[in-house]
């Protein structure tokens, strides 16, 4: 019964470190000072992903962090999470 016990103890243990990693997700940063139309004058490192894409930065250098601004609050995700895997590729990245 002890050996079981053992066994069944050490197979629990052993399957806790073959969970997947987690998938980055989503978070909200809170704009102190900012609205959403003074965002690109007051943080440096968003940038907007088009003028016909109101409200919609990119985040950092590259173009793998979206963030949308909802009156003082931006939700930031990675591009696949955010608009699909299926037309995320199509969304124009302004890297400047």
Known sequence: MKMISV????????????VPPQR???????????S?????????SLRRVDESL????WEGEGCETICYCN?????????EIFFGPK???????NSK
């Open 36 to 44: 959403c139309h003074s965002i690109p004058e007051g943080m440096a």
């Open 54 to 57: 109101q409200d919609h930065f």
């Open 7 to 18: 066994l069944l103890l050490l197979g629990v243990l052993l399957g806790a470190h073959t």
């Open 87 to 93: 037309i995320s590729f199509v969304i124009p990245c």
């Open 24 to 34: 980055p997700s989503c978070y909200k940063r809170v704009l102190h000072d900012h």
């Open 71 to 79: 009156f003082k609050e931006l939700l930031c995700c990675p591009k």
